[in-house]
């Protein structure tokens, strides 16, 4: 043989002498024993307990792992999986004490020990140890990318936990009574935006709607409502704001298209109608549940789940077409949405404000409650945690906020789960667990900005019989439109008004002079105060004042035909008409060209500050300031007289600011056709 292949194989063998010692020597000298290094007997009892493990039989997977112990104590394998044991079992102290021992006779082995550890540690709200050995596990070696992701979301929530609790918000929490709640699970409330009416789901053999009408005394006991419920699931449901329109949820129905879809009902001739699905492109063959319909019904916010397969679940939001359809649903995105859960969301009458649960940002646990305010660019801004202990470890339903801002209301399954526990959510968005309706008083910083309502009622001025009628509002700086909408066969209708703004309102119907009001919100207003308007539209063939031979004879003041110019404006003391007068103004252009042989007067008054003859002088250069803005718009002159009256027609007392104030008018009449 070769000298040289002679030493390579002395080599060889010397290495191989080595390398056994050497494992000799760490066995023996190693402070644990693994599945690969346990005596057999030993590993026979392990093998026995992760069988009975696998069969749910814990008690006697337990007792295999004792006997193991009891044959080799320093068994790291049989210590973790009795650990497991104990945290499935909700015995989570017994779980530390054993992954503790675990992680200390055995640093080195399995870097995840130290992330059930720290589980074990988040369950009883030990959040400092949790957080502790997150992040020491983060700092390891391990390949489980999606065992990481969680230990770096547990760890975030560990750590906005510690903060929210040392910084609670004020939070007093009230339940609402016992014709809300009861021995069944009350959710998800929603209201009319005069705060009148309350709908929620609940739960009793199946879900249905409930309605309670608020009295003098507080929330009048609940009626099913009938005309909607059925013997199957509807529930997550959202109230226009006039309360004649309701968008829920059903699922699994022969006309699905999914395994949840969103319906619609709507109030007409005093009842529900049959629910209609919202067909494509809302709903799709996935899930779609938790809608929220904006105060002026122009967006639709919703949950949706496209593969049901998965659990991630994004709000979407779809805007209302000109022809009254709804368009494609576009996925809010970052940073709303998460890969975790994110939904029931809520859109504040402001328009401005989202409120919803997520299982995605940090939080104190389970679902916490959320807003987010929109940007000046309109992309939505980070969200912001509504604090503790309004979120809790446990889970959290969907909140609404009441038109003022001031009032939340919520479902919570809080005093009847144990600590810790996770919650997930039904097809319709309840959480488990017996829940019930809370309300309270939201904190300065959560809260939206401030909405007042107009509810008002259109009528013909002389039969009293209601109208049907094109109601308008524009935002006045900039004489965009606000709102528009056809008011109800009942002559109703209902608008939010966001306060910091200016509003006109303009209600018009052939045949009949419109009728206009301002509503000064930019300023100085508290969200108490809200507007019911009676509002009765006079027949241009019953408003004639006078029918003279030439528009420039005069025409004595006759009271009770006038139709004030609500949003026609003047500095103090000028008579140049301001920009925002210009979409009033309009309005009686229109008035005027689609009644091409009408004739009117323009009237001007003033308050009774100042002499006489300047307050006369002054009304009839405002007066003749409208006559001039209608001849350059293209209408005729013979068509058009003004008129100043000075203080000579107070309508109110001029002893107040306000009095003075509504005195100082621009108005029109009817001179004849």
Same mark, same amino acid.
């Given at each position: 043989?070769?000298?040289?292949n002679?030493?390579?194989?002395?080599?060889?063998?010397?290495?191989?002498?080595?390398?056994?010692?050497?494992?000799?020597?760490?066995?023996?000298?190693?402070? +644990?024993t693994?599945r690969k290094?346990?005596p057999?007997k030993?590993l026979?009892?392990?093998?026995?307990?992760?069988?009975?493990?696998?069969?749910?039989?814990?008690?006697?997977?337990?007792?295999?792992?004792d006997k193991?112990?009891?044959i080799?104590?320093?068994?790291v394998?049989?210590?973790i999986?009795?650990g497991y &044991?104990? +945290?499935?079992?909700?015995?989570?102290?017994?779980? @530390?004490?054993?992954?503790h021992?675990?992680?200390t006779?055995a640093?080195?082995?399995?870097a995840r020990?130290?992330?059930y550890?720290a589980m074990?540690?988040?369950r009883?709200r030990?959040l400092?140890?949790?957080?502790?050995? !997150?992040? /020491?596990?983060l700092?390891?070696?391990d390949?489980?990318k999606q065992?990481?992701?969680?230990?770096?979301?547990?760890l975030?929530?560990?750590?906005?936990s510690?903060k929210? &609790?040392r910084n609670p918000?004020?939070f007093?929490?009230?339940?609402?009574?016992?014709?809300?709640?009861t021995e069944?699970?009350?959710y998800?409330?929603?209201?009319?935006a005069?705060?009148?009416?309350?709908?929620?789901?609940?739960?009793?053999?199946?879900?249905? !709607?409930?309605?309670?009408?608020k009295g003098p005394?507080?929330w009048?006991e609940?009626?099913?409502i009938?005309?909607?419920?059925?013997?199957h699931?509807?529930?997550?449901?959202s109230?226009?704001a006039?309360?004649?329109?309701? &968008?829920?949820t059903?699922?699994?129905r022969?006309?699905?298209?999914?395994?949840c879809d969103? +319906?619609?009902?709507e109030?007409?001739?005093g009842s529900?109608?049959k629910?209609?699905?919202?067909g494509?492109?809302?709903?799709?063959?996935?899930?779609e549940?938790?809608p929220? %319909?904006?105060?002026?019904?122009?967006?639709?916010y919703f949950?949706?789940? &496209?593969?049901? *397969?998965e659990k991630?679940i994004?709000? /979407?939001?779809s805007q =209302?077409?000109?022809?009254?359809s709804w368009?494609?649903?576009q996925?809010?995105g970052?940073p709303?949405?998460?890969?975790?859960?994110?939904?029931?969301?809520?859109?504040?009458?402001?328009?401005q404000?989202?409120y919803?649960m997520?299982k995605?940002?940090?939080?104190?646990?389970?679902?916490d409650?959320?807003l987010?305010?929109?940007?000046?660019?309109?992309s939505?801004?980070?969200?912001i945690?509504?604090?503790y202990?309004?979120?809790?470890?446990?889970?959290?339903?969907?909140l609404v906020?009441?038109?003022?801002?001031?009032?939340?209301?919520f479902a919570s399954d *809080?005093?009847?789960?144990?600590v810790g526990t996770?919650?997930s959510?039904?097809?319709?968005?309840k959480?488990?667990?017996?829940?019930?309706?809370y309300?309270?008083?939201?904190t300065?910083?959560? *809260?939206p900005?401030p909405?007042?309502?107009v509810?008002a009622?259109v009528?013909?001025? #002389?039969?009293?019989?209601?109208?049907?009628? #094109?109601v308008?509002?524009?935002e006045l700086?900039n004489?965009?439109?606000?709102?528009?909408?056809?008011?109800?066969?009942d002559?109703?209708?209902?608008?939010?008004?966001?306060?910091?703004?200016?509003?006109?309102?303009?209600?018009?119907?052939?045949?009949?002079l419109?009728h206009?009001?301002?509503?000064?919100?930019a300023?100085n207003l508290?969200?108490?105060e809200?507007? %019911?308007?009676e509002i009765?539209?006079?027949?241009?063939a019953?408003?004639v004042v006078a029918a003279p031979e030439?528009t420039?004879?005069?025409v004595?003041?006759?009271?009770?035909?006038?139709i004030?110019l609500?949003n026609?404006f003047?500095?103090?003391?000028?008579?140049?008409l =301001?920009?925002?007068?210009?979409? @009033? %103004?309009?309005?009686?252009?229109d008035?005027?060209?689609k009644h091409?042989?009408? =004739?009117? *007067?323009?009237?001007?008054h003033?308050?009774?500050?100042?002499?006489?003859?300047?307050?006369m002088?002054?009304?009839?250069?405002?007066?003749?300031?409208?006559?001039?803005?209608?001849?350059?718009?293209?209408?005729?002159a013979n068509r058009?007289? +003004?008129?100043g009256?000075?203080e000579?027609?107070?309508?109110?007392d001029n002893?107040?600011?306000?009095?003075?104030q509504e005195n100082?008018?621009? @108005?029109?009449?009817v001179?004849?056709?």
């Amino acid at each position: 043989m070769n000298p040289h292949n002679i030493t390579k194989m002395i080599r060889i063998c010397l290495i191989l002498i080595i390398a056994t010692c050497c494992q000799f020597i760490f066995a023996q000298n190693s402070k +644990y024993t693994t599945r690969k290094t346990a005596p057999p007997k030993a590993l026979k009892c392990y093998d026995k307990g992760r069988q009975y493990g696998q069969e749910g039989e814990y008690d006697k997977a337990l007792k295999q792992y004792d006997k193991a112990l009891s044959i080799d104590d320093t068994f790291v394998d049989a210590y973790i999986q009795k650990g497991y &044991i104990f +945290y499935d079992k909700g015995n989570y102290p017994q779980a @530390e004490n054993l992954l503790h021992q675990v992680t200390t006779m055995a640093p080195d082995y399995k870097a995840r020990n130290f992330y059930y550890l720290a589980m074990t540690q988040l369950r009883q709200r030990k959040l400092e140890d949790a957080a502790k050995n !997150f992040e /020491y596990y983060l700092h390891l070696d391990d390949k489980s990318k999606q065992l990481k992701e969680k230990a770096a979301k547990h760890l975030a929530n560990c750590k906005f936990s510690m903060k929210a &609790i040392r910084n609670p918000v004020d939070f007093k929490p009230t339940k609402l009574d016992k014709t809300i709640n009861t021995e069944h699970s009350e959710y998800l409330p929603c209201f009319t935006a005069d705060g009148e009416t309350l709908i929620f789901t609940r739960l009793s053999t199946d879900e249905d !709607f409930y309605m309670s009408k608020k009295g003098p005394n507080g929330w009048e006991e609940s009626t099913p409502i009938v005309a909607i419920n059925t013997p199957h699931n509807e529930g997550a449901q959202s109230i226009s704001a006039d309360g004649k329109l309701m &968008i829920f949820t059903a699922c699994n129905r022969e006309d699905g298209l999914g395994s949840c879809d969103l +319906y619609f009902s709507e109030v007409k001739n005093g009842s529900w109608s049959k629910p209609t699905n919202m067909g494509a492109p809302v709903n799709s063959r996935g899930w779609e549940s938790q809608p929220s %319909l904006s105060a002026d019904g122009k967006t639709l916010y919703f949950a949706k789940n &496209i593969n049901p *397969r998965e659990k991630n679940i994004d709000i /979407y939001v779809s805007q =209302r077409q000109t022809d009254g359809s709804w368009g494609q649903p576009q996925n809010l995105g970052k940073p709303i949405n998460t890969k975790d859960k994110d939904e029931s969301p809520f859109i504040h009458p402001d328009g401005q404000t989202l409120y919803f649960m997520s299982k995605g940002h940090p939080g104190l646990g389970g679902h916490d409650l959320f807003l987010s305010r929109k940007q000046a660019d309109q992309s939505w801004g980070e969200p912001i945690n509504l604090g503790y202990p309004i979120n809790t470890e446990g889970s959290e339903g969907a909140l609404v906020v009441s038109l003022d801002g001031k009032t939340a209301y919520f479902a919570s399954d *809080r005093g009847t789960k144990s600590v810790g526990t996770d919650a997930s959510v039904f097809d319709t968005g309840k959480p488990i667990g017996h829940t019930d309706i809370y309300t309270f008083t939201l904190t300065e910083a959560a *809260r939206p900005q401030p909405v007042t309502f107009v509810k008002a009622r259109v009528f013909d001025a #002389e039969t009293k019989e209601p109208l049907s009628a #094109e109601v308008e509002f524009l935002e006045l700086n900039n004489g965009k439109k606000f709102a528009s909408k056809q008011t109800d066969s009942d002559g109703e209708f209902l608008i939010c008004l966001p306060i910091g703004q200016n509003y006109s309102l303009n209600v018009s119907k052939p045949e009949y002079l419109f009728h206009s009001e301002h509503f000064a919100l930019a300023e100085n207003l508290t969200t108490d105060e809200s507007f %019911l308007l009676e509002i009765g539209l006079k027949r241009i063939a019953t408003a004639v004042v006078a029918a003279p031979e030439s528009t420039k004879e005069a025409v004595p003041y006759k009271e009770g035909v006038a139709i004030v110019l609500k949003n026609v404006f003047f500095d103090t003391g000028s008579a140049e008409l =301001r920009s925002e007068s210009y979409p @009033e %103004l309009l309005h009686l252009k229109d008035l005027l060209e689609k009644h091409p042989t009408l =004739r009117i *007067r323009i009237n001007g008054h003033t308050d009774n500050v100042g002499n006489d003859a300047d307050n006369m002088r002054l009304s009839q250069n405002r007066a003749k300031a409208v006559y001039d803005f209608l001849i350059t718009k293209g209408i005729v002159a013979n068509r058009l007289a +003004y008129q100043g009256f000075g203080e000579t027609y107070p309508v109110a007392d001029n002893a107040t600011a306000d009095g003075r104030q509504e005195n100082r008018r621009t @108005e029109f009449v009817v001179l004849g056709k």
